[in-house]
């Protein structure tokens, strides 16, 4: 098999990238840079629904379907390759029978072995993403992932992506997101720029300070 028809691009890391990416690989317990948000979830969720939603973020950013290579033959510098497909799991659990202390313990000792684990940047995908049920109609969400994917900033906007996919999918009509930038795009602009001019221009400016 022609490994390389499962590539959809392949492009260089942008400054802070390549400082977490070595950062990760130094760190030997492999939790560098690992963010987790915990949020409830109220009201009847359809695990399926929420799985298909999850999958169409993959689908629609080219981030989360991307792997981080610290060395390419022919290269000095590490790339970031974005696969054509890949495929998201949801994990969960069934907490109901438990009390709700043990609830709360066991999904602490969750959080801690999942932030343990780490992601393989070479391999893995870069987000994980886990529900218990507490009880009948409330979940707790466990969101993990990578921070060499998105800042806190950029999880609200795909919490609310997230939101308004699984509404659609709800109402059974079809939802109007806007256009998606591919990061590529970024990294491109960020290689164009005139770094002696920016330099010079931030000199000129802080004269004063």
């Known amino acids: 098999m022609d490994h390389t028809q499962k590539i959809q691009n392949i492009y260089p890391l942008s400054h802070m990238q390549e400082g977490m990416l070595f950062h990760s690989f130094l760190q030997e317990e492999g939790t560098a840079y690992i963010e987790q948000s915990v949020f409830t979830i109220r009201g009847q969720l359809h695990l399926d ?54 609830q709360t313990a066991y999904i602490s000792q969750f959080k801690e072995r999942d932030r343990q684990k780490g992601f393989n940047l070479q391999k893995d995908m870069l987000m994980r993403i886990s529900l218990f049920k507490t009880a009948p109609e409330q979940h707790v969400c466990v969101w993990s992932h990578h921070h060499i994917l998105m800042d806190g900033w950029c999880l609200g906007i795909v919490l609310q992506e997230f939101m308004q996919l699984y509404e659609a999918i709800y109402t059974g009509e079809s939802v109007p997101l806007d256009p998606v930038q591919p990061y590529s795009a970024y990294i491109s602009w960020l290689y164009d720029q005139d770094k002696d001019k920016a330099k010079e221009y931030w000199k000129n400016y802080l004269t004063d300070f």
Not at 63 to 90: C, N, W
């Open 49 to 102: 629904w929420f799985q298909q939603s999850v999958q169409s973020i993959i689908d629609r950013h080219d981030i989360f379907r991307t792997v981080f290579l610290p060395h390419v033959a022919g290269l000095k510098e590490p790339r970031q390759v974005v696969l054509r497909d890949r495929s998201f799991q949801l994990h969960a659990e069934d907490l109901t029978e438990m009390p709700e202390t043990d």
